[in-house]
């Protein structure tokens, strides 16, 4: 018996559809969204420029109906240390089982993450949200020096480390004086 080749449908990406029908379909869809589609998202992006990319595929392993996914974009974050956006590459992926309650998913291998079905349309966008959220690093940070801003506070220090040197040396006040005697 001949394995069914998926039906990859490519562009326009959906936001919701019926997830077991897709299953039946064995679809896949691959494509972009927006990053203006991710409500909860955007609390965290500097700006909504751009799109993540996703593949979905719909299918069956093991004799579950599941959905897995990949998904990737650079998204513009805010540096925790200087507060200046700083563009984060963000990758995942996610295989959930589609189950119809609760006591199902006590059945699954241990490769899948059970999603309860609920109603006849679910959110595609809600799944990647979820996982690009999973993805964001927790706390975002340049690599190296920050756009100048750790330099002018590394310069700070050490002059404040040297100053501290000069008033604790004990000899501190006779330079001074012999400074004096010397102008």
Not at 109 to 134: M, R
Request: hydrophobic share 40%.
């Amino acid at each position: 018996m001949q394995t069914p080749v998926p039906a990859t449908l490519s562009g326009e990406m959906p936001e919701t559809v019926n997830f077991k029908r897709q299953v039946e379909l064995n679809r896949v869809y691959v494509g972009d969204y927006p990053l203006v589609k991710f409500g909860r998202l955007k609390d965290v992006l500097e700006n909504t420029d751009g799109h993540v990319t996703a593949s979905i595929e719909f299918g069956r392993s093991v004799g579950f109906a599941c959905v897995k996914a990949k998904v990737s974009g650079r998204l513009l974050l805010k540096c925790q240390r200087c507060l200046e956006p700083l563009e984060t590459e963000v990758l995942g992926s996610f295989k959930f089982a589609l189950v119809r309650s609760e006591d199902e998913h006590e059945l699954l291998p241990a490769e899948f993450e059970p999603y309860l079905l609920e109603g006849e349309e679910q959110s595609i966008i809600d799944l990647i949200e979820d996982e690009l959220i999973l993805c964001l690093p927790m706390v975002t940070l340049h690599e190296d020096a920050c756009s100048g801003y750790m330099e002018k506070q590394n310069k700070k220090v050490k002059a404040a480390i040297e100053a501290e040197k000069e008033s604790s040396n004990p000899f501190a006040a006779l330079k001074s004086l012999k400074d004096d005697l010397s102008s």
